[in-house]
């Protein structure tokens, strides 16, 4: 059974007015996910584009008595971009990096500067930092050790939600918006193309030879690299959420409506495993540089968002990585490089 339910929504000084469709709390999913920004609905059979703030109202700008300039440890600008998590607050308009070393690891320092309301996280092979933020429809880009974006763009941004970056620098963002996939060659701010899509895409992965993976509604696209076509794998899977894909082509992704994490060998339709995720409702996956470790950011059912790690491919529990409070909205982790280096 699902409920529907109107909300406005403010963004980027625009008002828009539209349903958003979300299903009803079952065991193991907390209620929070009725408000969550990537509130999905199997019967409609996707993301919808209008879709109400984290904290039910307008964009919040950034917290009084915060570093304006963002701020770095010794440790961190010394490991430069290694051996951390950046966990991304959709609220707070922040990047906190912590250390991946252990539990818990220490606060390293936090990026603030060209952020609204982030949506997603990437990590490219050298370090670099990515973010799509909703709130004022631009990517930015860090490099590791430093505050401040190298690289911003907002031409062909419309409302970008999923966010990935191939081996050799190329950019692709999922917009709600206009329901489109942009592709930025690297270092460019204009598109160099622009895939149209029948529904709204939020989830994007690239594997080993740059092709692009699309969650969508009930399904999961594959786009060669340049094709406008995509290939519907079909994946046995109730309602796909974040993935990710090894460098074998085993493509792990969340499985929002269990949940779990479901791993499909490369070229497979069914999961060779399912994880289920106990702790709460995951909201995105991260792969590491190593393969060795799958990180899922999990709406908590007790309240606030934690991190976990599963250790991978023979892992079948998830630990906790991070409690400590990264923000009001966390919504990315990304440790260490991904695939692509």
């Known amino acids: 059974m699902f409920s529907h339910f109107s909300s406005v929504r403010r963004l980027a000084g625009v008002s828009l007015l539209g349903a958003l469709v979300a299903g009803c709390s079952a065991a193991g999913t907390p209620a929070a996910y009725n408000a969550n920004p990537s509130a999905r609905s199997l019967a409609a059979g996707g993301v919808q584009a209008n879709r109400i703030l984290a904290s039910g109202r307008s964009r919040r700008e950034q917290p009084a008595g915060s570093n304006a300039h963002g701020w770095l440890s010794r440790e961190a600008k010394g490991h430069k971009g290694k051996n951390v998590i950046y966990w991304g607050s959709y609220d707070s308009n922040t990047i906190t990096i912590f250390s991946s070393k252990g539990v818990n690891g220490k606060q390293e320092g936090q990026i603030v500067t060209g952020l609204s309301n982030p949506e997603r996280l990437f ?7 990515y973010a799509t933020n909703i709130g004022n429809n631009t990517i930015t880009a860090y490099k590791p050790g430093q505050t401040s974006p190298f690289l911003t763009v907002s031409n062909g941004v419309n ?86 894909v090894d460098r074998s082509g085993n493509i792990i992704v969340i499985d929002e409506s269990k949940p779990s994490i479901d791993v499909f060998p490369a070229g497979q339709t069914e999961p060779s495993k399912q994880i289920a995720v106990t ?6 996956i991260s792969l590491s540089k190593s393969e060795k470790q799958v990180y899922v950011s999990v709406e908590a059912n007790s309240g606030p968002f934690v991190i976990q790690a599963l250790a991978y491919p023979n892992g079948s529990t998830l630990t906790d990585k991070l409690t400590t409070a990264g923000g009001d909205w966390p919504i990315a982790v990304s440790p260490d490089a991904v695939l692509g280096s």
């Open 279 to 284: 702790r709460g409702f995951p909201f995105a």
């Open 123 to 129: 990590v490219d092979k050298k370090h670099n930092v």
């Open 159 to 244: 409302s970008p939600t999923g966010l990935t970056v191939d081996a050799a620098g190329t950019v692709y963002c999922a917009n709600v918006g206009n329901n489109t996939i942009t592709e930025y060659p690297k270092g460019s701010t204009s598109p160099s193309l622009t895939v149209q899509l029948s529904g709204s895409p939020e989830y994007l992965a690239t594997d080993a030879h740059d092709n692009l993976y699309v969650a969508i509604g009930l399904d999961v696209l594959e786009f060669a690299p340049g094709s406008t076509t995509g290939t519907n794998l079909g994946l046995d899977i109730g309602s796909p959420g974040a993935l990710e």
